[in-house]
């Protein structure tokens, strides 16, 4: 049977195709990141949305280097020995947000199992810097599970506490082991949790890729978990190969079945929602509902 190969847009269907927009509005986004030397995970992940986002300028900037320290099987961003914190980036990020004109910033980062904060002081140094600067400034952070500080990463965030604290489950549990090795279900659940016991009145958020593989029960189940830890907010999207070394996609899930798991999560509980095949953790993250 032919695999899956999204790197070949002719294999798509044809509601996953799409033109990037090559408006002055792209350009300007992608020299003022080139200038200020902030990396995106737009480009890191090779996100589909990026010619729309950057046209209407907006981009989700991936603070703490590009390299990952852990590898999963979802993921285009490298992995390697990452650099210390660059104690410049919060100023540049402050910068970009002044210059792009920007009311709300998305913040994420790699993986930084290296560091026995996570990166979560890195984290507030950005919220902190671009807030001294621009106070009506409304903060996405999506971080990774700290796995091993959790605590201590939440305590350091209550310093700087965002809008919306995002972290992405990603899939179905079943699929870790295969997909997301260096993560924890359980774990991605206990952080949302505590950021929401801990914060009381920020927006918890997560995100789930479909066409890896997953039954509908465990969509169903996964959105029980997530609601059962507080979560306010959901973006379920298409997974699609973001390199020839990716896993596979198994299945292109039409867009009415979207739709459909829309319903479904808002039955659940979820008071945000965006479900659609390029829907992304940050895919309109600004947008009131
Ligand atoms: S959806 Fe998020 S990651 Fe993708 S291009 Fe838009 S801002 Fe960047």
Redesign the pocket.
């Known amino acids: 049977m032919e695999k899956p190969n999204t790197k070949s847009s002719a294999r798509l269907p044809g509601w996953l195709k799409q033109r990037i927009p090559a408006g002055g509005g792209y350009q300007n986004t992608d020299q003022l990141l080139q200038s200020l030397g902030l990396e ?3 480009s890191n ?1 090779n ?8 046209d209407r300028g ?3 900037v991936l603070i703490l280097g590009k390299v990952c320290t852990r590898k999963c099987g979802f993921c285009s961003v490298g992995t390697g020995k990452p650099q210390p914190p660059d104690p410049t980036e919060p100023a540049r990020l402050a910068d970009l947000a002044e210059k792009l004109g920007l009311k709300y910033l ?1 913040i994420t980062s790699v993986n930084r199992d290296d560091l026995p904060d996570g990166g979560a002081g890195h984290f507030a140094d950005c919220i902190n810097t671009v807030r001294s600067r621009l106070d009506f400034m409304e903060f996405e952070i999506l971080v990774p599970d700290f796995a091993d500080c959790q605590d201590y990463a939440l305590e350091i965030l209550s310093t700087a506490r965002p809008f919306v604290f995002a972290h992405n489950v990603e899939m179905v549990p079943s699929l870790y082991p295969k997909a997301r090795p260096g993560g924890d279900y359980e774990l991605s659940l206990k952080l949302l949790e505590k950021a929401k016991q801990s914060y009381g009145d920020l927006q918890t958020k997560s995100s789930i890729m479909l066409g890896l593989g997953e039954t509908d029960a465990e969509i169903e189940q996964v959105f029980r978990d997530l609601r059962s830890a507080g979560c306010d907010r959901l973006t379920i999207g298409q997974y699609l190969k973001p390199t020839k070394d990716s896993l596979d996609v198994v299945d292109y899930i039409r867009p009415e079945k979207f739709d459909f798991w829309a319903e479904k999560a808002k039955e659940t509980g979820f008071k945000w929602v965006i479900s659609a095949p ?8 600004e947008q009131k509902q």
Request: proline share 4%; aromatic share 16%; hydrophobic share 40%.
């Open positions: 995106t995970i737009c992940a996100c589909p949305n990026k010619g729309q986002c950057w907006t981009a989700t998305v390029f829907a992304r953790s940050s895919y309109f993250a």
